[in-house]
């Protein structure tokens, strides 16, 4: 089924998941769906490899870890939060150099923590790897000393943006 972008998300500087100028990084581009999810696009490359032609666990750890704790923000784009719990499950082998979709939404939020899901999906639509993340809400000043301009977290748009997602 094909989902509507509503909001394409921030990049930023050199997070290892969504920094535009961390050339080992994944260099995701996260959109907002009109279905409250959010999906993560990207394609691995040879430096995120464990075994040859395959996607390291803790690279797919970590999309998911992302994936979910920005799903928070298409409530509200000032809520950020640091991981307090994930737990993976692989179930397929991710493969390199092939445009992988990862989809993550909340399933709690209280006032301190909230909760969500993910899966990234193959080029097929099977799903690889699943994840359940909990975080804790903090304000980003306790988080790092963030500045939006020095880090460059800023939506930057390409050619490639898709309209629709189907998931
Ligand atoms: C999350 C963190 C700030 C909590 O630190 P803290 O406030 O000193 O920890 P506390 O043990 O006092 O816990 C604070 C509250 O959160 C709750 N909490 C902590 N971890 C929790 C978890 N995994 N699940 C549910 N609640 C949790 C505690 O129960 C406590 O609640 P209470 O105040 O009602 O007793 C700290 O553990 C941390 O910085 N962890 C690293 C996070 C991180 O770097 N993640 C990866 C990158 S984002
Ligand atoms: C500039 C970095 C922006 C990060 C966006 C928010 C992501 C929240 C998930 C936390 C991921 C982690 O560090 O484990």
New binding site residues.
């Given amino acids: 089924m094909k989902h509507k972008v509503i909001k394409k998300q921030q990049n930023s500087k050199k997070c290892l998941v969504c920094g535009l100028k961390n050339d080992l990084g994944l260099k995701t581009s996260f959109y907002e769906l009109e279905n409250g999810e959010l999906v993560a696009i990207f394609t691995p490359i040879e430096e995120h490899q464990s075994y040859p032609e395959r996607m390291h666990g803790g690279i797919a750890g970590a999309i998911l ?1 992302e994936t979910i ?1 920005r799903a928070i923000m298409i409530k509200d784009k000032n809520i950020w ?5 994930l737990n993976v499950k692989y179930k397929k082998p991710v493969p390199l150099h092939e445009e992988l979709r990862v989809v993550g939404r909340i399933t709690r939020d209280s006032s ?2 909230f909760e969500g899901t993910g899966e990234i999906l193959l080029s097929n639509g099977e799903v690889a790897v699943t994840a359940i993340g ?3 809400k ?1 304000p980003i000043e306790k ?1 790092a000393n963030f500045d939006e301009a020095d880090q460059e977290w800023q939506t930057v748009w390409s050619d490639q943006d898709p309209s629709e997602i189907e998931l």
Avoid: A, H, S
């Fill in positions: 870890d704790g939060g640091v991981t307090v719990e301190r923590l909990k975080y804790m903090m988080i």
